[in-house]
């Protein structure tokens, strides 16, 4: 365990530089006391690693000193075998760079655990879509992969469910989702989502821009994601579900899915339970709804029990009468001659 934790404090000080003992400690989860034993163990063993006092100051390795030595497990080895999804980095342009860059990690481990790192690719395989989806067309996924990379502007015709709008960004990372690519960038000021195959027009520009220090493309998504999944359900519903219906309501979306096991009462004589349940809109919810075929009735608001009451009453009357008869002209039957008549004697 102390060696492990002797060898990530390395490898922080030679990936970020000066760190200060409070930052490491916070990086390997020790107390600041166990961060200094930690770098006058690796004094010790001969890195040459020193202390610099001040507000600026902390640990930091001799300038240009360097080890090889990385520290890769077995597992650690097999894990970046398999997180190299070929779909996204070919759409991305970077499908050869993965192999070379895989082919020299494989060259590199030792012998023993080659094979095991092989495996793994073969035996697993990652498919960010979703059944019965394809992947969104990423447009000027590329370009716009390299304009992140080099911290260029770009200008952009995107087309919003509002309008079509010519826009100047400042693009900060690449996002996919579910099979859809997305970018994150300044616009305006302000940090936006976009949907790349909203895009309609692409332009590089040589303009650059200074990417924020402080900016986490992580973060950023997680709370985005968020707040648009509190933010899209501005009502709720109250529905009366019988078990099959309960069974189909938690396969809808996970917000819906926990709503519904959070607010189910115990069940009636028929064992129907009543829930609560977030919705969009009404338009919205009276198609999900109607998903739920018979097993579900809407009890509030009335609006919704009206719409659906409404589809109900007209899918009944569609299916009342028969289907109208063919206009096709059926054959002509052929008639039979007469029977010939025998001749009298």
Do not use: C
């Not at 070379?100 to 481990?109: C, H």
């Amino acid at each position: 365990m102390r060696a492990s934790r002797l060898l990530s404090i390395l490898m922080l000080l030679q990936t970020r530089g000066r760190m200060t003992a409070p930052a490491l400690a916070a990086e390997v989860e020790v107390s600041i006391r166990t961060v200094y034993r930690d770098i006058d163990q690796l004094s010790a063993a001969g890195v040459p690693v020193y202390a610099e006092r001040g507000r600026d100051g902390g640990f930091a390795l001799l300038d240009g000193w360097r080890t090889r030595l990385t520290g890769l497990t077995a597992p650690e080895a097999q894990a970046l075998f398999m997180a190299g999804l070929p779909g996204p980095a070919a759409e991305l342009g970077l499908g050869d760079v993965m192999q070379a860059a895989q082919l020299k990690l494989l060259a590199a481990l030792p012998a023993e655990w080659q094979a095991d790192a092989q495996r793994v690719s073969s035996r697993f395989h990652l498919d960010p879509v979703g059944w019965f989806n394809s992947a969104t067309p990423a447009n000027h996924l590329p370009a716009i992969a390299e304009a992140v990379w080099t911290e260029r502007r770009i200008k952009v015709r995107y087309e919003s469910w509002k309008d079509v709008r010519d826009r100047e960004l400042e693009p900060l990372g690449l996002v996919l989702k579910a099979g859809t690519w997305y970018l994150v960038a300044t616009s305006d000021g302000k940090l936006r989502t976009f949907r790349l195959s909203s895009i309609q027009k692409l332009t590089v520009l040589e303009a650059r821009f200074r990417r924020p220090a402080d900016f986490d493309l992580g973060r950023y998504w997680v709370q985005s994601a968020q707040r648009f999944e509190s933010g899209i359900y501005r009502d709720s519903a109250v529905l009366r579900v019988s078990p099959q219906g309960m069974k189909l309501l938690l396969r809808m979306n996970p917000a819906v899915a926990a709503a519904a096991t959070h607010s189910a009462e115990p069940p009636d004589a028929q064992g129907w339970v009543r829930v609560v349940i977030p919705i969009e809109s009404i338009d919205y919810a009276a198609h999900d709804l109607l998903k739920l075929r018979a097993e579900a009735e809407v009890l509030a608001p009335p609006t919704l029990r009206e719409r659906l009451a409404g589809t109900a009453q007209r899918l009944a009357a569609l299916y009342a009468t028969r289907p109208a008869a063919s206009k096709k002209t059926a054959p002509a039957t052929r008639r039979r001659p007469p029977p010939r008549q025998r001749p009298a004697n």
